[in-house]
């Protein structure tokens, strides 16, 4: 089992930044491929981005590149989300999620992903 914990979210306006933290516990956190989705009101949870276990080849979709990065701290257990120049439109509940097992590659499906933590929100104003 791992559990994963959200933090960092909160209330921003347009162009400003946030870093979102997730700390997990449990199974060895640096064997796990680990991404970032998020859920608007009325849509679908969405890929975000994601990493592989060594934090190598991070992958974002195309909505937030060149403004978020995804990284992680093993020896922390840890994964984060800096998020810059933010908009209206990434108003969401941000989730982090792991995979079940080490020999599992990274995924933008949120269905591959076995640990889902609570979600924090985050609110752009305009």
Known sequence: QVQLVESGGGLVQTGGSLRLSCAASGRT????????FRQAPG????FVALITRIG????YADSVKGRFTISRDNAKNTLYLQMNSLKPED????YCAARGSPFSSSSQSRTA???????????VSS
């Open 29 to 36: 956190f640096s064997s796990l491929p680990m991404g970032w």
């Open 43 to 46: 849509k679908e949870r969405e």
């Open 56 to 59: 190598s080849r991070p992958y």
């Open 91 to 94: 108003t969401a509940v941000y």
């Open 113 to 123: 992903y076995d640990y889902w933590g609570q979600g924090t929100q985050v609110t």
